[in-house]
């Protein structure tokens, strides 16, 4: 979020006291459902509600990888819902890649900075490489029209050519992903939608909405009163765009989907380390452990994008224990996370400096996780909302990662609420009547 946009902070003078839809949330999901409603019906006045600033939450602190969980995920994703939902899930993602890579150019090429890049994953053990290497093997087996998109390389090669430093890893795969600064491609696309659909569109910052009731006797055409510090406002249909902070205000889904903080940095090892940012992001997975001297889990899972222009090291990953991890609170970082990371960066390309140099900045963001890993997106049931009506619908719990997801996720939403028919189809369809 470094140098907020001028619309930031924006809201109308008073809260409009109904709209047909009310978008809970301004990140890449929020942003997302908007465009493709306000594309898809011309009658259609929608109103984005946003707690803090807009895109504050994860999408405007995230580590900007565009990338899919591709092969590697396949098996087992495969084990739990079958190999064709499993092919499906991972087409989903890509499309979404590709989708956003091509969206981003179109409507925010200079201000996102998006580029496309290989993308080397590099495993601290053989054992790690070896399972994601069957994975591979497997996806490629079930699915041939997938075959040539992972390439592997051996640990003397990702030294050699990645200069990984003296991390000795057991190898790397490298394959196709994006890199991009997510709040800014979010902020241009709602600079634009505020310019196209002015009529149409209210955005409310700072207002965050605090209670959702269902009141049909007040309001018969626009039902939901949604409350707020600035008073209410009352719509035909909710969509929860609220990522980790979604059961606050939907308490049936607490502990199925629940807030996670996570950890990134900005690092300057200019002169230290070449900037190949506009080739190449990386992903170092180690296994868990915990660490008696830090007393924090490390969770071995480690992710870099350099900027193109600046040279900097955008660089996430965590050494946390659950009380700072298992929290919805990002307006601190755990210091003991944030030290990690600096250890870890010159460790990372085996480089010897006065560690403390070279912090530009930290900060932290909430993710939403989910016990299986994937979103929930659709309508919501009653036995969730224990209300009646049947005009709430969800897209959070996008887990560590998102991006990949969230776009096409929005999408989806929209054009549900706008067409009544599901084009792009849920990865959840059991939230979903029409897929059911
Ligand atoms: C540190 C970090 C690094 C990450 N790195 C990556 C990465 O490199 N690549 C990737 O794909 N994913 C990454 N992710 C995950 C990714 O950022 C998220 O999956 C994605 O941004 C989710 O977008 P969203 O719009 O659904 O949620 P968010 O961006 O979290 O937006 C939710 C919004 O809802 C608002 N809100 C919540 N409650 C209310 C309320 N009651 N009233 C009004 N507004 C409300 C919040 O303020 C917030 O702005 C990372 C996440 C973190 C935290």
Not at 47 to 63: D, P, Q, V
Not at 115 to 130: H, I, K, N, Q, W
Not at 214 to 230: E, F, G, I, K
């Amino acid at each position: 979020m470094h140098i907020p946009h001028s619309l930031a902070q924006i809201q109308s003078a008073s809260l409009p006291e109904t709209t047909d839809v009310a978008i809970i949330g301004s990140g890449i999901t929020g942003t997302s459902v908007a465009k493709f409603l306000l594309e898809g019906r011309p009658d259609t006045h929608v109103t984005i509600l946003e707690a803090r600033t807009l895109c504050s939450g994860a999408t405007g602190r995230n580590g900007g990888h565009l990338v899919t969980f591709g092969g590697a995920g396949y098996s087992a994703l495969k084990a739990q819902h079958g190999a064709d939902e499993a092919a499906k899930i991972l087409k989903f993602a890509q499309d979404t890649c590709d989708q956003l890579l091509e969206t981003a150019k179109e409507m925010a090429r200079d201000e996102s900075e998006i580029r496309p890049v290989t993308r080397v994953r590099a495993f601290g053990d053989a054992e790690s490489l070896e399972e994601v290497k069957r994975s591979v093997a497997a996806y490629e087996l079930d699915h041939p029209a997938m075959r040539g998109r992972f390439e592997f390389i051996d640990g003397k090669q990702a030294l050699e050519v990645q200069r990984f430093g003296n991390h000795h890893v057991a190898g790397a795969a490298l394959f196709p992903a994006a890199a991009l600064w997510p709040y800014r491609f979010v902020l241009k696309v709602i600079e634009h939608l505020r310019n196209i659909y002015s009529a149409r569109l209210s955005i409310e910052a700072n207002t965050p909405v605090t209670d959702v009731q269902y009141l049909p006797d007040l309001r018969v055409s626009h039902p939901y009163a949604l409350r707020t510090p600035r008073g209410n406002i009352y719509a035909r249909q909710v969509v929860y765009c609220t990522n980790g902070y979604t059961s606050h205000l939907l308490p049936e889904l607490r502990g199925r989907l629940f807030p996670k903080r996570a950890t990134m940095t900005v690092q300057d090892l200019i002169g230290l380390a070449p900037n190949r940012g506009d080739s190449t992001s990386w992903n170092l997975h180690q296994k868990a452990r915990y660490d008696p001297n830090i007393d924090a889990i490390l969770n071995g899972s480690y992710y870099l994008q350099q900027n193109a222009n600046s040279g900097f090291f955008f660089f996430g990953g965590e050494a946390q224990i659950a009380h700072t991890a298992l929290t919805s609170d990002d307006t601190n970082a755990s210091a003991v996370s944030v030290q990690h990371l600096v250890d870890k960066l010159s460790e990372f390309f085996g480089i010897e400096h006065e560690n403390n140099d070279a912090l530009v900045s930290s900060w932290s963001g909430i993710m939403g996780f989910t016990p299986d890993s994937l979103p929930l997106a659709g309508k919501l049931p009653s036995s969730i909302t224990l209300r009646d009506g049947d005009g709430e619908w969800i897209a959070a719990g996008f887990n560590g990662g998102g991006m990949c997801l969230c776009w096409r996720v929005g999408e989806a939403i929209a054009k549900q609420i706008t067409v009544e028919t599901c084009p792009i189809g849920f990865l959840r369809p059991s939230l979903c009547p029409r897929c059911a």
